[in-house]
């Protein structure tokens, strides 16, 4: 019998029903309220550090934290290579431009050597991404930056909840910048954070996150009447008060959500282990993957389009893995990232998120076995 096994899927329910309605009550809908004030708090504790601002997305997260950073005209900035459009674009929204940096074949973040080797007079920092939510190399690379007085950007979009040598991910940075999208651990449809042990950092950012002024609810705390006036160029890059308090919600479930990914992650590891078309995803010993996705590696010798086209023809959700940046014609001339070259062309996605039950695992490890074997997706 074929069953629809979805990619992705978020979980939420009477909870998140339940305090929208308090939102609603409340009359504070607009964003930076009291219901993200009391998010901020809450995700201090997930990331580790003291200071948190929630905001619209990862992007506005990334942007707002390049700018606190100093990222402008004629900088560079290095990039790990395998990551989604956000974090490249984020690099140019500030002016300066993005240097991609090839990744490691075995969990897809920036290869520390690579850094080492794009660094020019003009590089001024560097942003690493944790890949589907593994953390990067933060030692290695924390140990580059202050050798060359770079800043270290986290783009935490899928980490929530991952740690690396036992801190989590949020605080193995100067900054970093989480998503709340749907298709992320935990979500409110859309939403992000900037988070970091700075309190300069954020506070500059929360300015700028609300088009240069202070935000409303630290007005209305004021004695007096507080006129701003506008010093500098800022955005509306709020998140909104009713998905701040869905994100509270997803806070509190993010440990049994990780397990329950966990768990799924462990299932098709045991049921596709010894198929030799495949590549696994892998844990490393020192961090905790949140297991945002579960990507496989396709050998050389299959058609990862007709490998794709027959999974979902019977039910199982897939695709691409993410984006080798460098080969993108938006940011022209750019040196080759031949590891992250190959994953693009070679990664599948198939279905991760916390809603999976073991049949769900077992059905889309039987599917996927066979169609990897079939001489059907052979090139
Ligand atoms: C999803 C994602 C983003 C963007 O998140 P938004 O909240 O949609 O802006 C950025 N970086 C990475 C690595 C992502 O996976």
Same mark, same amino acid.
């Given at each position: 019998?074929?069953?629809?096994?979805?990619?992705?899927?978020?979980?939420?329910?009477?909870?998140?029903?339940?305090?929208v309605a308090d939102v609603f009550a409340s009359g504070w809908l607009s964003g930076a309220g009291?219901? /993200?004030?009391?998010?901020?708090?809450?995700?201090?504790?997930?990331?580790?550090?003291?200071?948190?601002?929630?905001?619209?997305? /990862?992007?506005?997260?990334?942007?707002?934290?390049?700018?606190?950073?100093?990222?402008?005209?004629?900088?560079?900035?290095?990039?790990?290579?395998?990551?989604?459009?956000?974090?490249?674009?984020?690099?140019?929204?500030?002016?300066?431009?993005?240097? $991609?940096?090839?990744?490691?074949?075995?969990?897809?973040?920036?290869?520390?050597?690579?850094?080492?080797?794009?660094?020019?007079?003009?590089?001024?920092?560097?942003?690493?991404?944790?890949? $589907?939510?593994?953390?990067?190399?933060?030692?290695?690379?924390?140990?580059?930056?202050?050798?060359?007085?770079?800043?270290?950007?986290?783009?935490?979009?899928?980490?929530?909840?991952?740690?690396?040598?036992?801190?989590?991910?949020?605080?193995?940075?100067?900054?970093?910048?989480?998503?709340?999208?749907?298709?992320?651990?935990?979500?409110?449809?859309?939403?992000?954070?900037?988070?970091?042990?700075?309190?300069?950092?954020? @506070?500059?950012?929360?300015?700028?996150?609300?088009?240069?002024?202070?935000?409303?609810?630290?007005?209305?705390?004021?004695?007096?009447?507080?006129?701003?006036?506008?010093?500098?160029?800022?955005?509306?890059?709020?998140?909104?008060?009713?998905?701040?308090?869905?994100?509270?919600?997803?806070?509190?479930?993010?440990?049994?959500?990780?397990?329950?990914?966990?768990?799924?992650?462990?299932?098709?590891?045991?049921?596709?282990?010894?198929?030799?078309?495949?590549?696994?995803?892998?844990?490393?010993?020192?961090?905790?993957?949140?297991?945002?996705?579960? =990507?496989?590696?396709?050998?050389?010798?299959?058609?990862?389009?007709?490998?794709?086209?027959?999974?979902?023809?019977?039910?199982?959700?897939?695709?691409?893995?993410?984006?080798?940046?460098?080969?993108?014609?938006?940011?022209?001339?750019?040196?080759?990232?031949?590891?992250?070259?190959?994953?693009?062309?070679?990664?599948?996605?198939?279905?991760?998120?916390?809603?999976?039950?073991? @049949?769900?695992?077992?059905? =889309?490890?039987?599917?996927?076995?066979?169609?990897?074997?079939?001489?059907?997706?052979?090139?």
């Open positions: 019998m074929t069953r629809n096994v979805a990619l992705g899927q978020p979980t939420v329910g009477e909870e998140e029903l339940a305090a009291p219901a /993200c004030v009391a998010l901020e708090s809450d995700f201090a504790a997930v990331a580790g550090v003291d200071h948190v601002l929630a905001t619209s997305n /990862c992007g506005s997260a990334l942007h707002l934290a390049l700018l606190a950073l100093g990222s402008g005209p004629g900088d560079e900035v290095i990039v790990g290579d395998y990551t989604f459009p956000a974090t490249g674009h984020s690099v140019m929204w500030t002016g300066a431009r993005p240097v $991609f940096a090839d990744v490691r074949p075995d969990i897809w973040s920036l290869d520390p050597a690579a850094v080492e080797a794009a660094i020019t007079p003009r590089t001024v920092g560097i942003v690493a991404v944790d890949v $589907f939510g593994q953390p990067a190399d933060y030692d290695e690379l924390r140990a580059i930056a202050d050798k060359h007085g770079l800043w270290l950007l986290e783009d935490a979009a899928c980490a929530a909840g991952a740690t690396y040598k036992g801190r989590p991910a949020g605080s193995l940075a100067d900054a970093a910048a989480f998503s709340f999208h749907g298709r992320k651990g935990i979500t409110a449809g859309e939403g992000g954070a900037l988070v970091s042990a700075r309190k300069d950092l954020v @506070d500059h950012a929360r300015k700028l996150h609300t088009y240069g002024i202070s935000p409303a609810i630290v007005r209305d705390a004021s004695a007096e009447l507080p006129v701003p006036s506008f010093d500098e160029l800022g955005y509306n890059y709020r998140l909104s008060d009713v998905a701040a308090a869905i994100m509270r919600v997803q806070v509190k479930r993010l440990p049994t959500l990780v397990e329950n990914r966990a768990k799924a992650a462990a299932g098709y590891a045991q049921l596709l282990g010894d198929v030799e078309q495949l590549t696994l995803p892998v844990e490393l010993a020192d961090r905790t993957h949140p297991w945002q996705s579960y =990507v496989l590696t396709l050998a050389p010798e299959l058609d990862r389009g007709a490998v794709a086209m027959a999974l979902r023809a019977q039910g199982v959700g897939c695709n691409f893995g993410t984006y080798a940046s460098h080969v993108q014609p938006l940011y022209g001339d750019t040196a080759p990232c031949p590891v992250s070259a190959d994953l693009f062309a070679r990664h599948v996605a198939i279905p991760m998120h916390a809603n999976l039950t073991e @049949d769900d695992v077992e059905y =889309v490890a039987t599917v996927v076995r066979d169609v990897v074997s079939s001489a059907a997706v052979r090139r």
